[in-house]
């Protein structure tokens, strides 16, 4: 054994030495030589590699198309809305710290608190790493109080965000539609296998009128950027809050506008003058049945409907029994009234059943068989020859037209102007109506078809019901000497800056054959109900142009099927008021239908709302040819009206003209009438 | 010779070599670290000077020590870290499913980096009291002590677990028992050994697998991540999303450094944080993407300029004491570069172990600069020239 301190054999140690040492730089050859395999001969590939780990895939939201009216004027775009989204993968301390701090500021109560918790507890995998939605539109002052204290609020994001907004709230809100979240089922088939899907979870989509049925106009495509990220997939930012960038990216290309025929000015005097609780109001261009103005009331603020609308809320609506959600302009029928009798007349007339100077006497009722149908004036108006009688709208003369003639050539004149099929509009769902004809009465009445259905519907009334959509294309049509034209709300499309990428054209639908005298004839009536004593509309008549024009006061048949409290009960037994109009009647420009639901009577409560439109399309036409220059015609006055005795030639409404004013509520028809019992004199 | 002072011969008997490598590999360590650690991170590079400034002091001293005293200390120094290893099952810091630290105030100490010298000193004091002229091999039965003396301490190191630490200290033992000149036989059981390793290796993992269930010798026993390592290691294409991707973004990292390298503070995997534990373990990836290839030569001939030093030291070393220890010094070094590169760029499975004087830690620091330290104090030769 050798003791400490004593002198070691390093000879003898040497060549293992110099072995050791041999071996160690072996040792780093290989290490150098697997350093050149991966750094010289590799190198592209890892190169590319580590480009390829820190961009990510960022989509860049195309900005969604303007909805404008055609003089420009913006009805529907964006504005940012202030989010709030947590990345649960980046929240630490989410429910214990980061949820409270946010209910604070953001004043949320448990149950909503609880809510964002369960939202980021179900996120699992790569779903953490995806910003969930918080909070929308916080206020103003909140978003500050969040971002000023972000840096307590790990993973969580705020972003003013682009939200449609549609500027007019509820005004045209049936056709110019909403949005709301994609389902996953529209994802799957929207998206198909594209590589660049064009939704994503979470994205709105247009769920009625013009946002839905142009949704692949004002959508765009969307573009992608590529953002530097970190292992943890954060997006990195330079010193001064810049998001770092890839070099190569694919700008969203923003949707097309989409150019409505609504006059925005038109729209609003329209919504103003109408009176009723409920209805509608439709004005269209009679020419080329392009639509100036749209009132459904009551109606929805698709604001609310965008994405902010509490489950409580949509019930609200839902069950409203005023039914805000129905587009009662096309989507809801009623009796069309006194109104639907100018397509009787036409019937008649084709038909050789009556000509303009046939008379039919009118007692105040029309007896079929064992039963009497009353004429709404009771005393009836004595003589009636074809104008006469669409001027007072006397029952009886319509009755004995159909008694003559039955009810095939009524619902064949009724179809041909477009009743008992949808007008095609297109941006909104509608219902087709109905326009009986004997087969529809043989399948749908116990019983069968029976001459008196004919009576009914000769006056509006039975089974006929109609949209104000169709009432307005048959009144243009009447006005258009038989001329139908689809009826269409979006004018063009113009690409984001502004050029004219699609034109639509009036479409033709079809044309009834009709005389001159004919249509001479119908005009004449027309003009008569507004314009001479003894109108029903004559109340409203102009002194500037020639509005042609016809009342209507339809019985509610059935009451509706909703459980009504008692002060409603009053309400929904009122009558439907109408007034289906067009102006000037010798070239007419304007077709106005107005429904004033459980209004009361046509000539009182629907014909100012046609003859306030009326006023403001001259005027608006006025003023814009003086604004571009052109020249400016007047449209022809009417013709002077003998008035007995006060000569105030627009407001008569005293009692003692008796034929002038519709005092006698007209058509309160009944059909049938039990008994010859009740039949008087 | 003779007539020198002893201060001139200290001088002259400097490792002067040594002393270069290791202080610039510490200043390329230090200007990395400050890449490895930008910002938004703490600048680390400046509690690693400091580090450096305290592992010179440790270094310093331990030159000055007596090599007798070392040598008497050494039983005890070996004693004390077994202590503090297995005081760390119950007063060390958990942390990242190791109970490797201990907390004492701001400091963490890692008891396994001074284990290794404690281990090197037993080590070399077993060689130089075992040392038999006539009989200059050694048999089995005098290989029992050292492979007790290396077992108990990597045992411990395994279990807490630490399998970079126990594999590099299994390493260095054996590279030491070996440069001890093993016999014959026993040089042909390691061999053996080694063909039954490989064997292993090969039956658990490289053999196309028949069936769900098969024999396998290690496999089952192994954690599973550690298992998740081998297999990533042998097959570098397989889950790269999950046990593999550390390895891949690594050697990604290392690639496309290139020849030039991409800069300093310029590197895209650094900086996005796609390294694991890139101021520690994975420091080359970061060295070797932002400087490229041939400045990572450079590093390597730095390491073989330390590794040659010691060797040289151990050349001159007038008892095997000190040879043992300055070769034990040399092997620990050696190791922890192979294992550490190695692991970096694919070579070898992910084990957590240090890059000497590159990796940011304390501990890691001092223990390397007490290697330092024992080589000075070997070189110095300090036992013949009457000082002590």
Redesign the interface.
Same mark, same amino acid.
């Not at chain 1, 009805?75 to 993968?89: C, G, M």
């Not at chain 1, 001329?483 to 699609?502: A, F, H, I, N």
């Not at chain 2, 390592?229 to 990604?252: C, E, F, V």
């Given at each position: 054994?050798?003791k400490?301190?004593?002198? =070691?054999?390093?000879k003898?140690?040497?060549p293992?030495?110099v072995g050791?040492?041999v071996f @160690?730089?072996a040792?780093?050859l290989?290490?150098?030589v697997?350093?050149?395999r991966?750094?010289?001969v590799?190198?592209e590939? @890892?190169?590319a590699? =580590?480009?390829d780990?820190?961009f990510k895939d960022v989509r860049l939201r195309a900005p969604r198309g303007l909805i404008r009216d055609r003089r420009g004027e913006v009805l529907v775009d964006a504005r940012p809305s202030l989010d709030v989204f947590i990345t649960p993968a980046f929240c630490q301390k989410c429910t214990a710290e980061v949820l409270p701090r946010l209910a604070e500021v953001l004043g949320w109560d448990e149950a909503e608190r609880a809510r964002v918790e369960g939202l980021i507890k179900s996120a699992h995998g790569p779903q953490r790493y995806q910003p969930l939605i918080a909070a929308v539109d916080v206020s103003r002052d909140a978003f500050d109080q969040l971002l000023a204290r972000q840096f307590l609020l790990p993973g969580v994001d705020l972003e003013p965000v682009p939200h449609r907004s549609y500027r007019a709230g509820p005004t045209l809100a049936h056709l110019v539609g909403y949005m709301n979240e994609i389902t996953q089922d529209e994802l799957s088939r929207l998206n198909g296998s594209a590589e660049r899907p064009p939704y994503a979870l979470g994205d709105y989509i247009g769920r009625r009128g013009v946002e839905r049925s142009f949704e692949h106009e004002v959508r765009g495509t969307d573009g992608w950027d590529k953002h530097?990220?970190?292992?943890?997939g954060e997006v990195?930012r330079d010193a001064r809050g810049n998001v770092l960038k890839g070099a190569q990216q694919l700008l969203p290309q923003p949707g097309n506008n989409v150019v409505l025929s609504i006059d925005a000015r038109l729209q609003a005097e329209a919504e103003r003058a109408f009176p009723g609780t409920a209805g509608a109001v439709v004005a269209i261009e009679t020419k080329t049945g392009f639509i100036r103005a749209m009132v459904s009331r009551p109606a929805f603020d698709p604001n609310e409907m965008t994405g902010r609308v509490s489950p409580k809320r949509l019930a609200q609506l839902n069950q409203d029994p005023l039914q805000p959600m129905i587009f009662r302009a096309g989507a809801e029928h009623y009796h069309p009234g006194s109104t639907f009798k100018v397509v009787t007349l036409l019937a008649a007339l084709q038909q050789g059943i009556m000509t303009p100077t046939s008379q039919v006497s009118c007692g105040g009722g029309y007896t079929l068989g064992s039963r009497r149908w009353r004429c709404h004036n009771e005393r009836g108006h004595g003589l009636v020859d074809a104008k006469r009688a669409l001027q007072v709208s006397c029952d009886t003369y319509f009755y004995r037209a159909a008694d003559l003639m039955g009810i095939e050539p009524i619902a064949q004149m009724g179809k041909a102007f477009g009743l008992g099929s949808v007008t095609n509009l297109g941006v909104a769902a509608e219902v087709p109506g109905v326009m009986p004809d004997s087969a529809y009465h043989n399948k749908a009445t116990p019983g069968g078809y029976t001459k008196g259905m004919a009576l009914n519907t000769a006056i509006g009334q039975g089974d006929t019901n109609v949209t104000p959509l169709q009432l307005a294309v048959l009144y243009s049509a009447i006005g258009n000497k038989g001329k139908v034209l689809q009826p269409q709300l979006v004018m063009r499309l113009e690409s984001p800056d502004g050029k004219v990428t699609k034109t639509f054209d009036p479409k033709l639908v079809r044309e009834i054959p009709m005389t001159d005298e004919q249509h001479q004839l119908l005009i004449d009536a027309l003009v008569s109900v507004v314009n001479e004593p003894g109108g029903t509309a004559f109340r409203t008549r102009s002194a500037e142009y020639t509005v042609a024009g016809k009342t209507g006061t339809a019985q509610v048949a059935k009451l509706g099927q909703v459980r009504l409290k008692k002060e409603q009960m009053d309400y929904f037994e009122r009558d439907h008021a109408w007034f289906a109009s067009f102006a000037p009647a010798e070239d007419p420009e304007l077709t106005v239908v107005v429904l004033n639901e459980h209004g009361g009577h046509g000539g009182s409560d629907a014909a100012p709302t046609a003859a306030a439109v009326f006023a403001k399309y001259f005027e608006l036409k006025k003023a814009d040819a003086f604004a571009l220059g052109e020249d400016w015609v007047a449209p022809k006055p009417p013709k002077p009206v003998f008035v007995p005795k006060p000569a105030a030639p627009a407001d008569v409404s005293e009692p003692a003209l008796a034929s002038d004013v519709p005092a006698p509520p007209e058509s309160t028809v009944q059909a049938p009438t039990p008994a010859p019992t009740q039949v008087p004199r | 010779m003779m007539n020198l002072s002893p201060e001139r011969r200290s001088v002259s008997q400097m490792p002067w070599l040594l002393l270069l490598a290791t202080l610039l590999t510490t200043a390329v360590g230090i200007y990395n670290l400050a890449s490895a650690s930008r910002p938004p991170s703490a600048p680390m590079w400046t509690s690693q000077a400091a580090y450096f400034v305290v592992g010179c002091l440790v270094a310093a001293a331990v030159a000055w020590v007596d090599p007798k005293l070392l040598e008497k200390l050494a039983v005890p120094i070996y004693l004390a870290n077994l202590a503090a290893l297995v005081a760390l099952k119950f007063f060390g810091h958990k942390a990242k499913g190791a109970e490797s630290w201990f907390v004492i105030g701001p400091l963490r100490v890692q008891p396994a980096e001074f284990m290794k010298i404690g281990m090197l000193l037993m080590l070399a004091k077993y060689f130089h009291d075992d040392y038999r002229p006539q009989q200059p091999t050694y048999g089995f039965l005098r290989l029992i002590p050292p492979a007790v003396i290396a077992l108990v301490p990597t045992a411990l190191v395994l279990v807490q677990p630490d399998l970079g630490t126990a594999l590099m200290m299994a390493f260095t033992t054996m590279t030491v028992l070996l440069f001890a000149r093993p016999s014959l036989p026993v040089l042909l059981v390691l061999g053996v050994l080694a063909l039954a390793g490989v064997g292993v290796l090969w039956n658990d993992y490289v053999r196309p697998q028949p069936t769900e269930e098969r024999f396998t010798v290690i496999r089952h026993k192994l954690k599973k991540h550690q298992d998740a390592r081998i297999t990533g290691w042998l097959d570098p294409t397989s889950d790269l999303k999950g046990s593999n991707y550390h390895a891949m973004q690594s050697k990604i990292a290392v690639g496309s450094g290139g020849t030039e390298g991409k800069g300093w503070m310029q590197g895209t995997q650094t900086g996005l944080r796609y390294l694991p534990e890139q101021h520690t373990d994975f420091i080359f990836s970061v060295f070797a993407e932002e400087q490229g290839f041939l400045k990572c030569l450079g590093l390597l001939v730095l390491y073989a300029g330390i590794l040659l030093g010691a060797l040289w030291v151990a050349a001159g070393a007038k008892e095997r004491f000190g040879a043992f220890v300055a070769v034990g010094v040399a092997a620990m070094i050696f190791w922890q570069v192979f294992e550490n590169i190695g692991m970096v760029t694919g070579l070898l499975p992910i084990t957590g172990i240090t890059l000497p004087l590159m990796s940011y830690g304390g501990s890691s620091m001092v223990s390397v600069m007490i290697g330092i330290g024992l080589l000075v104090n070997v070189a110095l030769k300090r036992q013949r020239s009457g000082l002590g």
């Amino acid at each position: 054994m050798i003791k400490l301190g004593q002198k =070691s054999d390093a000879k003898e140690l040497r060549p293992r030495i110099v072995g050791l040492g041999v071996f @160690f730089v072996a040792g780093l050859l290989v290490l150098a030589v697997n350093l050149y395999r991966l750094m010289v001969v590799r190198y592209e590939e @890892f190169l590319a590699l =580590s480009v390829d780990n820190q961009f990510k895939d960022v989509r860049l939201r195309a900005p969604r198309g303007l909805i404008r009216d055609r003089r420009g004027e913006v009805l529907v775009d964006a504005r940012p809305s202030l989010d709030v989204f947590i990345t649960p993968a980046f929240c630490q301390k989410c429910t214990a710290e980061v949820l409270p701090r946010l209910a604070e500021v953001l004043g949320w109560d448990e149950a909503e608190r609880a809510r964002v918790e369960g939202l980021i507890k179900s996120a699992h995998g790569p779903q953490r790493y995806q910003p969930l939605i918080a909070a929308v539109d916080v206020s103003r002052d909140a978003f500050d109080q969040l971002l000023a204290r972000q840096f307590l609020l790990p993973g969580v994001d705020l972003e003013p965000v682009p939200h449609r907004s549609y500027r007019a709230g509820p005004t045209l809100a049936h056709l110019v539609g909403y949005m709301n979240e994609i389902t996953q089922d529209e994802l799957s088939r929207l998206n198909g296998s594209a590589e660049r899907p064009p939704y994503a979870l979470g994205d709105y989509i247009g769920r009625r009128g013009v946002e839905r049925s142009f949704e692949h106009e004002v959508r765009g495509t969307d573009g992608w950027d590529k953002h530097v990220v970190n292992a943890r997939g954060e997006v990195m930012r330079d010193a001064r809050g810049n998001v770092l960038k890839g070099a190569q990216q694919l700008l969203p290309q923003p949707g097309n506008n989409v150019v409505l025929s609504i006059d925005a000015r038109l729209q609003a005097e329209a919504e103003r003058a109408f009176p009723g609780t409920a209805g509608a109001v439709v004005a269209i261009e009679t020419k080329t049945g392009f639509i100036r103005a749209m009132v459904s009331r009551p109606a929805f603020d698709p604001n609310e409907m965008t994405g902010r609308v509490s489950p409580k809320r949509l019930a609200q609506l839902n069950q409203d029994p005023l039914q805000p959600m129905i587009f009662r302009a096309g989507a809801e029928h009623y009796h069309p009234g006194s109104t639907f009798k100018v397509v009787t007349l036409l019937a008649a007339l084709q038909q050789g059943i009556m000509t303009p100077t046939s008379q039919v006497s009118c007692g105040g009722g029309y007896t079929l068989g064992s039963r009497r149908w009353r004429c709404h004036n009771e005393r009836g108006h004595g003589l009636v020859d074809a104008k006469r009688a669409l001027q007072v709208s006397c029952d009886t003369y319509f009755y004995r037209a159909a008694d003559l003639m039955g009810i095939e050539p009524i619902a064949q004149m009724g179809k041909a102007f477009g009743l008992g099929s949808v007008t095609n509009l297109g941006v909104a769902a509608e219902v087709p109506g109905v326009m009986p004809d004997s087969a529809y009465h043989n399948k749908a009445t116990p019983g069968g078809y029976t001459k008196g259905m004919a009576l009914n519907t000769a006056i509006g009334q039975g089974d006929t019901n109609v949209t104000p959509l169709q009432l307005a294309v048959l009144y243009s049509a009447i006005g258009n000497k038989g001329k139908v034209l689809q009826p269409q709300l979006v004018m063009r499309l113009e690409s984001p800056d502004g050029k004219v990428t699609k034109t639509f054209d009036p479409k033709l639908v079809r044309e009834i054959p009709m005389t001159d005298e004919q249509h001479q004839l119908l005009i004449d009536a027309l003009v008569s109900v507004v314009n001479e004593p003894g109108g029903t509309a004559f109340r409203t008549r102009s002194a500037e142009y020639t509005v042609a024009g016809k009342t209507g006061t339809a019985q509610v048949a059935k009451l509706g099927q909703v459980r009504l409290k008692k002060e409603q009960m009053d309400y929904f037994e009122r009558d439907h008021a109408w007034f289906a109009s067009f102006a000037p009647a010798e070239d007419p420009e304007l077709t106005v239908v107005v429904l004033n639901e459980h209004g009361g009577h046509g000539g009182s409560d629907a014909a100012p709302t046609a003859a306030a439109v009326f006023a403001k399309y001259f005027e608006l036409k006025k003023a814009d040819a003086f604004a571009l220059g052109e020249d400016w015609v007047a449209p022809k006055p009417p013709k002077p009206v003998f008035v007995p005795k006060p000569a105030a030639p627009a407001d008569v409404s005293e009692p003692a003209l008796a034929s002038d004013v519709p005092a006698p509520p007209e058509s309160t028809v009944q059909a049938p009438t039990p008994a010859p019992t009740q039949v008087p004199r | 010779m003779m007539n020198l002072s002893p201060e001139r011969r200290s001088v002259s008997q400097m490792p002067w070599l040594l002393l270069l490598a290791t202080l610039l590999t510490t200043a390329v360590g230090i200007y990395n670290l400050a890449s490895a650690s930008r910002p938004p991170s703490a600048p680390m590079w400046t509690s690693q000077a400091a580090y450096f400034v305290v592992g010179c002091l440790v270094a310093a001293a331990v030159a000055w020590v007596d090599p007798k005293l070392l040598e008497k200390l050494a039983v005890p120094i070996y004693l004390a870290n077994l202590a503090a290893l297995v005081a760390l099952k119950f007063f060390g810091h958990k942390a990242k499913g190791a109970e490797s630290w201990f907390v004492i105030g701001p400091l963490r100490v890692q008891p396994a980096e001074f284990m290794k010298i404690g281990m090197l000193l037993m080590l070399a004091k077993y060689f130089h009291d075992d040392y038999r002229p006539q009989q200059p091999t050694y048999g089995f039965l005098r290989l029992i002590p050292p492979a007790v003396i290396a077992l108990v301490p990597t045992a411990l190191v395994l279990v807490q677990p630490d399998l970079g630490t126990a594999l590099m200290m299994a390493f260095t033992t054996m590279t030491v028992l070996l440069f001890a000149r093993p016999s014959l036989p026993v040089l042909l059981v390691l061999g053996v050994l080694a063909l039954a390793g490989v064997g292993v290796l090969w039956n658990d993992y490289v053999r196309p697998q028949p069936t769900e269930e098969r024999f396998t010798v290690i496999r089952h026993k192994l954690k599973k991540h550690q298992d998740a390592r081998i297999t990533g290691w042998l097959d570098p294409t397989s889950d790269l999303k999950g046990s593999n991707y550390h390895a891949m973004q690594s050697k990604i990292a290392v690639g496309s450094g290139g020849t030039e390298g991409k800069g300093w503070m310029q590197g895209t995997q650094t900086g996005l944080r796609y390294l694991p534990e890139q101021h520690t373990d994975f420091i080359f990836s970061v060295f070797a993407e932002e400087q490229g290839f041939l400045k990572c030569l450079g590093l390597l001939v730095l390491y073989a300029g330390i590794l040659l030093g010691a060797l040289w030291v151990a050349a001159g070393a007038k008892e095997r004491f000190g040879a043992f220890v300055a070769v034990g010094v040399a092997a620990m070094i050696f190791w922890q570069v192979f294992e550490n590169i190695g692991m970096v760029t694919g070579l070898l499975p992910i084990t957590g172990i240090t890059l000497p004087l590159m990796s940011y830690g304390g501990s890691s620091m001092v223990s390397v600069m007490i290697g330092i330290g024992l080589l000075v104090n070997v070189a110095l030769k300090r036992q013949r020239s009457g000082l002590g």
